[in-house]
C-alpha cells in the first residue's frame, strides 16, 4: 500500500515555473502508475500526467501537453511535475495518486491519494 505526500506548491507569476513533487512510500511504489491531477474551485477534478514507476511511461493531458513534464527518481520514491509557462488557469490544488497504467488519467482509477499542494498563478 504506498503512501503520497505532495510538496513544493506556492505562488507564481503567469510565464513562470513551478516543480511540485510526490513523495512516496510504502511496498508497492516499484509497481505503480503514479498521477497528477487538479482541481479548482467549482471544477471537476482532471487528471494533468502520469508515470509508470518502473518503464517511465509517460501520458499527458492536451492542456499541458508541451509546457509541463512529469519524471520520478526511483531511488527517492519521487515522482516531480515540471510546470513551466505557467498560466492563471493552471491555478489549483495539485494532487498526485497512486493505481495502475490504462492509458488514460481517469480519477475514479486511481486508489490511494495524497492531500493536495496548492498552486496559485498571478497575472
Known amino acids: 500500500q504506498v503512501q503520497l505526500v505532495e510538496s513544493g506548491g506556492g505562488s507564481v507569476q503567469a510565464g513562470g515555473s513551478l516543480r511540485v513533487s510526490c513523495a512516496a512510500s510504502?511496498?508497492?511504489?516499484?509497481?505503480?502508475?503514479i498521477g497528477w491531477f487538479r482541481q479548482a474551485p467549482g471544477k471537476e477534478r482532471e487528471g494533468v500526467a502520469g508515470?509508470?514507476?518502473?518503464?517511465?511511461?509517460?501520458y499527458y493531458a492536451d492542456s499541458v501537453k508541451g509546457r509541463f513534464t512529469i519524471s520520478r527518481d526511483n531511488a527517492k520514491n519521487t515522482v516531480y511535475l515540471q510546470m513551466n509557462s505557467l498560466k492563471p488557469e493552471d491555478t489549483a490544488m495539485y494532487y498526485c495518486a497512486a493505481g495502475a497504467w490504462t492509458g488514460s488519467l481517469n480519477p475514479a482509477d486511481f486508489r490511494n491519494w495524497g492531500q493536495g499542494t496548492q498552486v496559485t498563478v498571478s497575472s
Open positions: 510504502g511496498y508497492t511504489y516499484s509497481r505503480n502508475y
Open positions: 508515470i509508470t514507476t518502473g518503464g517511465g511511461r509517460t
